[in-house]
């Protein structure tokens, strides 16, 4: 799988877009782009997926870009409950494992 | 539909007893997989199993080990605990593992004395 790089931190008011960052420049075309989010003393919560188009479901956008070596999570309006580490995730599309390998993640921090 | 179950919540133990932590999956799942969390090291996988059978195993000693029952409840042991080993123990469930959404428990807190 490939290697992602996430920023350590970032602020976002409350009410604003939230916009997480990641890079995964050694990406296959057989892997798809995960995201997660931890909440303080919380099992991991899986948040969104995608291949190569912008996906979008009730918690978040997912932007990739055309050469799919970074993309974007972008929270539309953050609440302090958006309060979370963010993992950007790499995944071989396979049918016989269900392994994550997780980063070090982006702590988001909404201020009110 | 009930989540992802873990038992217990919290543990204590000292240096070198061993310990069994429970997970039970969401109704239905088939895939238990099973990760380490340290302030150190991050979220680490650990093993899954899929049907009661391993089918994948992260980089830990032998000392961690595990199981998955007909019924898909699945348990880990560690034998011989270390001081390292004190950690959040967390369990994840998918229909069949792979491309599908995984879906965590709330972690066993381990601590090691």
């Not at chain 1, 997926?49 to 870009?65: D, F, P, Q, V, Y």
């Not at chain 2, 543990?11 to 039970?24: A, E, Y």
């Not at chain 2, 032998?62 to 004190?86: I, K, P, Y």
Request: include cysteine.
């Amino acid at each position: 799988d490939a290697k992602t790089t996430q920023p350590t931190s970032m602020d976002c008011a409350e009410g604003r877009a939230a916009n997480l960052p990641c890079n995964h420049s050694t990406i296959s075309g057989n892997e798809y782009v995960y995201w997660y989010r931890q909440i303080h003393s919380q099992g991991p919560q899986y948040i969104i997926h995608g291949l190569k188009n912008n996906e979008t479901n009730e918690m978040a956008s997912l932007i990739i870009t055309e050469d799919r070596k970074s993309s974007t999570l972008i929270l539309p309006h953050a609440t302090l409950r958006d309060t979370a580490v963010y993992y950007c995730i790499v995944r071989v599309f396979s049918s016989n494992t269900g392994k994550l390998i997780f980063g070090q993640g982006t702590t988001l921090q909404v201020k009110p | 539909k009930a989540g992802v179950t873990q038992t217990p919540r919290y543990l204590i133990k000292t240096r070198g007893q061993q310990v069994t932590l429970s997970c039970s999956p969401i109704s239905g799942h088939r895939s238990v997989s099973w990760y380490q969390q340290t302030p150190g090291q991050g979220l680490q996988f650990l093993f899954e199993y899929f049907s009661e059978t391993q089918r994948n195993k992260g980089n830990f000693p032998g000392r961690f080990s595990g199981r998955q029952f007909s019924n898909s409840r699945s348990e880990m042991n560690v034998s011989t605990l270390e001081l390292g080993d004190s950690a959040l123990y967390l369990c994840a469930s998918s229909l069949e593992g792979g491309f599908g959404e995984q879906f965590f428990g709330p972690g066993t807190r381990l601590t090691v004395l």
